[in-house]
Antibody
């Protein structure tokens, strides 16, 4: 069974870079599929941040594209999110997730990790 | 600012049928992109309920069904149960502005 687990600092200062990692178990990232990040501000809805294909191709939300970088480390079977120049508006629960195609939705999710942007 | 609009809340008594609408446009649902539905219980990650407009993943009760027509999609829950009280989100792809996966605004289902 595929399992995903987010990790990273729970507190980031304004203007700094938010960095999170998603460790994958039960499946080799290099074998395929799309690996993505989705966030949810407290009490609000879901927002797709972006995804990376196992080959390294990336797809980003246009509203965040200038600040987002998603990368994959197949040797550690994990992928990462970097979001630069954060503000309080970036405070959210960040989820990593996997989909197989545009018709599959996201059947696999991590438990989520809360990142607070505050000085 | 989501491009997929859902009613903020719906409610029903146990055993009743409720439906949740997801209204999009010609650049997302109307363009033929698939719609997926998620259930989110408090404090947990979203769970995929329906994929590809009307398909249920293994383990999802057949009380949940999805449909799509034109620029809208719907999720129906029949035989409403107390455990169905949760937030529900639709998701699709939008081809405007370089393309992006988008979620609906979310609907809170309350079991009376």
């Amino acid at each position: 069974q595929v399992q995903l687990q987010e990790s990273g600092p729970g507190l980031v200062k304004p203007s700094e870079t938010l960095s999170l990692t998603c460790a994958v178990s039960g499946y080799s990232i290099s074998s395929g599929y799309y690996w993505g990040w989705i966030r949810q501000p407290p009490g609000k809805g879901l927002e797709w941040i972006g995804s990376i294909y196992h080959s390294g191709s990336t797809y980003y939300n246009p509203s965040l594209k200038s600040r987002v970088t998603i990368s994959v480390d197949t040797s550690k079977n994990q992928f990462s999110l970097k979001l630069s120049s954060v503000t309080a508006a970036d405070t959210a629960v960040y989820y990593c997730a996997r989909r197989s195609s545009g018709s599959s939705g996201y059947p696999y999710w991590g438990q989520g990790t809360l990142v607070t942007v505050s000085s | 600012q989501s491009v997929l609009t859902q009613p903020p809340s719906v409610s029903g008594a146990p055993g009743q049928r409720v439906t949740i609408s997801c209204t999009g446009s010609s650049s997302n649902i109307g363009a033929g992109y698939d719609v997926h539905w998620y259930q989110q219980l408090p404090g947990t990650a979203p769970k995929l309920l329906i994929y590809g407009n009307s398909n249920r993943p293994s383990g999802v009760p057949d009380r949940f069904s999805g449909s799509k027509s034109g620029t809208s999609a719907s999720l129906a829950i029949t035989g409403l149960q107390a455990e169905d009280e949760a937030d529900y989100y639709c998701q699709s792809y939008d081809s405007s502005l370089s393309g992006c996966y988008v979620f609906g605004t979310g609907t809170k289902v309350t079991v009376l």
